[in-house]
């Protein structure tokens, strides 16, 4: 892959046009994102902790933002590397930066309500439906249900952005290029990730072990059916490395900043996790400081004036510097293999604190994810989410019983639609409504949640 390329600006909706150059494009970019309904609803998101009254908790709006600023800073560093060794031009290090920023405030604009705990509530509502196979869930091709018994934030995202967002059903947000590479972590449909997975399955790797296996862009899916096409004029307009399955799907390799998004996603919710866990009361000060010191690897300043909170959120601001230093120089080390598309690791867990971050992943496992308000959460979180998905299911069935023709609903469905504004526009077949569901389910905040839940289910 080649920087000319993997830097190309142009919008997929307006080809030709020129960049201003007081105005770049992964600076419109990472504009429309802040402003879009999709980000301004992770305000309202469960990061890890749940959503309650303490002030110094992140939500993934935070969170976000933050893994935005240390994807700025990674890419500013690679950027001068890159323009020290001539493969990007003088000047060129703030497209790198630009780029991974504006990836970077994306990341997580498709996650559900309630976390990675959402993902799963949502995926098994599906998957146990399928299997019922009734209503909307009949005749749906088999090889699109994965799209939904394995429901991914990714793709919903790249849903978002590609499509939901400011142009519906056009372009949506159509940002440039380069933007929409970094930020795809995986460039590949679900049938495609799990044909990879299969073929692994069939050469004997347990299933428990397949993800240890494959290349690193397979271990999910980043776009569904109905957009795979977009990402590949994307892809081609970039110079991504195609690959095929056996049995004919196609892939790429990742863009070279995706490991840097990627990267600074990994430093934020590791450490600032810790902080979090601390501020919740779920980490003693001892235990935080005891993993954060290390990554600092010196004798920080005096500190004996700081309050304990002061303190650990001094560990955290020398540890984020640190990290990203490491990762830096992971890149460069793993700069041959990322270009040619044979890099399959993880910059952090690959650079020289990898080891320290493993020990922070491995308290967070046994203390923070499994934390009593967080179990909690989860519980409620599940039984929010289905109730909602029951609640909603049957104005889609009633849709497609009015021939898709939502100006013939019944009039309770006709109620609920304007109660909780259901979009039902451009929906024709099983499957597109099956997607506007966790289009409408997955866009809810917490709190909406809660509110849809109780509405639908005769108790608000």
């Known amino acids: 892959m080649t920087w000319q390329k993997l830097l190309n600006a142009e919008r997929p909706g307006k080809p030709g046009l020129p960049e201003d150059p007081g105005r770049p494009n992964y600076t419109q970019d990472a504009d429309r994102i802040i402003f879009s309904a999709s980000f301004r609803r992770l305000a309202n998101k469960t990061q890890v902790h749940p959503l309650y009254a303490n002030d110094h908790l992140r939500h993934r709006m935070i969170h976000s933002s933050e893994v935005a600023s240390v994807g700025r800073n990674l890419g500013m560093q690679v950027g001068h590397w890159l323009e020290k060794r001539g493969d990007i031009q003088p000047g060129e290090a703030h497209r790198v930066a630009g780029n991974i920023h504006a990836a970077a405030l994306a990341h997580d604009i498709g996650n559900p309500p309630f976390g990675h705990s959402g993902e799963a509530t949502i995926g098994a509502w599906y998957k146990e439906r399928f299997e019922t196979s009734e209503g909307l869930f009949k005749g749906v091709d088999e090889t699109l249900w994965e799209e939904f018994a394995k429901f991914e934030g990714n793709a919903q995202g790249y849903r978002i952005l590609t499509r939901l967002e400011m142009y519906r059903g056009e372009r949506g947000m159509d940002l440039s290029n380069a933007v929409i590479g970094a930020f795809t972590k995986y460039p590949m449909s679900a049938a495609c990730s799990k044909a990879l997975k299969s073929e692994k399955a069939a050469e004997g790797v347990p299933a428990s072990e397949v993800k240890n296996h494959i290349y690193a862009g397979a271990k999910k ?73 290390p990554l600092i690897g010196k004798k920080p300043n005096d500190l004996g004036t700081y309050t304990e909170y002061e303190h650990i959120s001094y560990l955290r601001a020398r540890a984020i510097g640190c990290a990203i230093d490491a990762c830096v120089v992971a890149f460069q080390e793993q700069y041959d293999a990322i270009m040619e598309g044979r890099y399959s690791g993880e910059l952090m867990n690959d650079s020289a604190l990898g080891q320290k971050f493993r020990d922070i992943r491995e308290v967070a496992n046994e203390q923070l994810f499994v934390a009593p308000r967080k179990t909690k959460l989860e519980v409620r979180g599940r039984n929010l989410i289905c109730t909602v998905l029951d609640g909603i299911l049957p104005a889609y069935e009633a849709l497609k019983n009015a021939g898709w023709d939502d100006g013939n609903l019944p009039d309770y469905e006709r109620q609920l639609v304007r109660a909780v504004a259901l979009d039902m526009r451009g929906v024709s077949s099983n499957y597109e409504a099956l997607h506007a569901m966790a289009d409408f389910v997955s866009g809810m905040t917490d709190r909406y949640a809660l509110e849809v839940a109780k509405l639908v289910s005769g108790t608000a």
């Open 221 to 293: 899916f980043g776009f569904f059916e109905g957009e795979q096409e977009i990402f590949a004029q994307t892809a081609n307009a970039l110079g991504l490395i195609e690959e095929r399955t056996e049995k004919g799907h196609i892939w790429w390799r990742r863009h070279p900043l995706v490991f840097l998004v990627e990267a600074a996603d990994d430093i934020c919710y590791n450490i600032v996790d810790l902080e979090d866990g601390f501020s919740a009361g779920d980490l003693s000060f001892a235990q935080v400081e005891s993993l954060l010191s």
